[in-house]
């Protein structure tokens, strides 16, 4: 019977879960169940309330909460009561207003209570959505000062922790991680040339991968790590090449006389997607990572398509519109809808879980981070570390 | 009717998750131990890195080939020479306008005149772009002069290129009369280095 239970309950989730934040508004006897999840900006928060936690923790858990699709309210206007304390260590537990019952309760040790915050917080994401939460994540991005030089950090998916990878003083630009590990590829100028660099973060070494004539600029790291995707140009025009991890084996993959820009991996490895100019236009392509005919992706309604970002589970493309002021836009990768234009920004990365972007936004003439819930439109800033932080690049 | 079958079964869904749920009322506190220092910390990177990886002798054939960045290696950079034929374009675009025509010939008069020299064009973008699409713009701009001069007889071996994107404006304004001077390519003169 449990087992039975257990089937239906999967089964219906997605549908009872994120409709019942509804329920606490419906009026008296009436269930109205709306399908309300996966509708890019267009998705109503789930309701929690928050009680017992200050400070440093409370602040982790609002972030990362409202960042993952999550609103505070009272808690007798709560589906989900969030409470406990914080003070040496985190303890904590959500109870389901509605069905009367604890979803969690646990207790959290070591390291600080910052990070056992984040922990709970993804517990808190796991138990009501049952999806990875972003919490414990990471990022890379890119610290410019007003001379143009920059160094590239690593941090905390809400900028918190932030440490510099390098210290090269000089032009630095587009960390990519490699999935799954420690380590990035990213450009920087210290040979006085454009090119492309491999750092493992454990150990802290690093070399160059690709130094040619022309720029070799936007790495991308294969779903496998072992390729990366980069633009090159010393053919003659900036193309998108592969090669393996380490430089070996390249292989240019486009030969038009455009500029190719912010190559891409599909989740599978069989794509890569980039910019590119067809007939005039910006658009958006792919191309087989094997090599193989330019096939165009159409962005109806977003003239001036750039820097794409396939997310990990396949499902969407993230990109940049750029019209004078530039946009964040999410399509699904198979075409079946237009982009939905979500927030003013450029350079969105993907996390994890497919669900939030991390993204860089223009202000008062300089560039910070923030990050987006793609389904509520839900959007903070991180934490900011020098004058300008852009190109962002999530951790997954 | 279709409505009112599909709110039965909907009430009936919600009921049967609330009370699955319900059972776990009585759920034991768990503990979840951190481990020290799990992805809080990196080492440095080693500032000096490590050469290695990488065909430095793939110089593909095809149209328009650059000669290999070794060759411009130990040069002496000279900004100043060429300071003045600063080559400008046009909003997102990477054509050679009439009216940079002059510069792109005196650059490739200078050229002639000392064989011995190579050149370094250094192409870049204005803020209104973002960021890795100018860095592709302006390396395209670069190429579009480096065609050019090799269409007035320069050797496509001596001319090299680089793109800055917009990380090198020269006016860090905010209007078109600022964009309109970073919309450009630098031009660095290479000569050999005396004894070499």
Known sequence: MK?????????????????????????????????????????KPILVSLDGFSG????????????????????DAAQYQISGSGTDSVQGRVVDRFAKSTLLSRSYTGVSVRKQAHAFADDIVQAITHKNGIGQTKIAFKAQSSSGNGEIYVADFDGHNAQAVTHDSTIV??????????????????????DVWYHNLTTGQRRVVAHYSGSNI???????????????????????????ADGSNLKQLTHTPEDESSPCWSPDGQWICFAT????????AKIPAGGGALERIPTPGAPNPTEPDWSPDGKWIAFTLQTGEFDICVMPADGSAPPTMLVAGEDPSWSPNSRTL??????????????????????????RISGNDSQPAWAR | MKMMKLTYLMAFVLAVALAATGCKNHRPVGVTHLPPGAGSTLPEANPSGTLSGGDQNANA???????NIEDINGMAADRTALASYTVLFAYDSAAVKKSERANVQAVAEALKRDPSTKLQIEGNCDERGTEEYNRSLGERRALAVRQALVKLGIDSSRVFTLSYGKDKPVDPGHDESAWSKNRRDDFVLLHPKSGA
Request: with cysteine; proline share 6%.
């Open chain 1, 56 to 75: 440093e923790v409370a602040e982790v858990l609002k972030f990362d909460l409202y960042v993952q699709g999550f609103s505070f309210v009272a808690p």
């Open chain 1, 3 to 43: 087992n039975n239970y257990i089937t239906l309950l999967r089964i219906c989730l997605a549908i009872v879960l994120p409709a019942a934040a509804s329920f606490c508004h419906g009026q008296d006897g009436v269930i109205q169940v709306v399908k309300q999840y996966d509708i890019l900006g267009g998705t």
């Open chain 2, 61 to 67: 054939a095809g149209g328009g080939p650059m000669a």
């Open chain 1, 173 to 194: 630009a587009a960390p990519a991680w490699v999935p799954g590990r420690l380590a990035l590829y990213y450009d920087s100028y210290k040979l006085n040339n454009p």
């Open chain 1, 358 to 383: 991390v993204f860089t936004r223009r202000t008062g003439g300089r560039y910070t981070l923030s990050v987006l819930d793609v389904f509520t439109k839900q959007v903070k800033d991180i934490a």
């Open chain 1, 277 to 284: 100019k067809i007939n005039e236009r910006r658009v958006l």
């Open chain 1, 218 to 244: 936007s790495p991308a790291a294969s779903p496998d790590g072992a390729k990366v995707a980069l633009i090159m140009s010393k053919s003659g025009s900036p193309d998108v090449w592969v090669c393996n």
